[in-house]
């Protein structure tokens, strides 16, 4: 469910993981997106270095993109968990 690159509908009983996954797919996809644009810009301004020069700062997960990313829920308790663990996540990387 995390990897996969297409658009999906996951339906299971509470407490198969639905949740978790759809937040670490969130995840992953905007640090993907995130970090690519990084070494885009790395590439831009340094043409002659080799990718195994680029270095990401981590704080990069804190920049803002053109990426969208949508999480559907009922619940509004659900909403603000999700909202909390995404950033309880990045700030394992963060730290």
Not at 20 to 43: G, H, M, P, Q
């Amino acid at each position: 469910m995390i990897s996969t690159p297409n658009n999906l509908l996951c339906l299971g009983r509470s407490g198969t993981g639905k949740t978790t996954s759809s937040a670490l797919r969130l995840f992953s996809t905007d640090v993907f997106y995130k970090y690519i644009e990084e070494l885009r810009k790395f590439k831009q301004d340094n043409p002659d270095k080799l990718n195994q020069h680029f270095q990401v700062d981590p704080y990069f997960l804190n920049k803002t993109t053109s990426l969208k990313l949508v999480f559907v829920t009922f619940s509004p308790v659900l909403t603000n968990e999700v909202k909390k663990f995404y950033e309880e996540t990045k700030m394992h990387f963060i730290d």
